[in-house]
């Protein structure tokens, strides 16, 4: 953990981050390259930050290192858009649309890869989805998953964190 303040969240304690260089590490064995698998949590974004890393995501929320300078999936927000990147065995991507995020409100998101098929949830809604046919890049399994900036590609998180969860198995939208 470099940083991060407690905070009021969502749901009772949360973490601050400043934008600057906070993140948690959460260390290699929490997320694997599990073709189901799921990640949620709650934000409550500050400002919009113009940091952007190498994959051209900004305001990271989550960020899994695929090796010491590089990461093969990140989920963060630019304007009002979501931003999600993915490294599979066949693709290599940015996807970027619109959730309607503002600052200083909360939102719950939720990240699903199914079995070739990747579900964004915001709010308990699917605003999207891709196939795309793989499962993400295991060639540096295990490695580090980031809470709020990506260790190595920057793109600090200015907001709040809060009930950060990953499963090991695909939710359905009724469960996200």
């Not at 998953?145 to 198995?169: C, K, M, N, W």
Request: overall charge negative; charged content about 20%; hydrophobic content about 30%.
């Amino acid at each position: 953990q470099n940083g991060p303040n407690p905070a009021i969240g969502k749901v009772g304690q949360a973490l601050e981050f400043d934008g600057s260089d906070d993140y948690v590490n959460c260390g290699s064995s929490i997320w694997t390259n599990n073709p189901q698998q799921t990640a949620t949590l709650w934000f409550n974004r500050n400002q919009d930050q113009a940091d952007d890393t190498n994959h051209n995501v900004s305001n990271m929320l989550l960020a899994k290192a695929s090796g010491a300078d590089n990461d093969n999936f990140e989920l963060g927000t630019d304007g009002s858009n979501i931003e999600l990147y993915f490294d599979t065995d066949g693709e290599n991507t940015t996807y970027s649309f619109d959730g309607g995020i503002q600052n200083n409100q909360w939102y719950h998101i939720a990240v699903t890869f199914n079995g070739g098929q990747a579900y964004v949830y915001l709010d308990g809604k699917q605003i999207y989805s891709h196939d795309w046919g793989g499962d993400l890049d295991g060639s540096a399994d295990p490695s580090e998953l980031a809470i709020g900036e990506s260790q190595h590609q920057g793109a600090p998180f200015d907001g709040t964190i809060d009930q950060v969860r990953i499963y090991d198995r695909a939710l359905s939208e009724k469960e996200t």
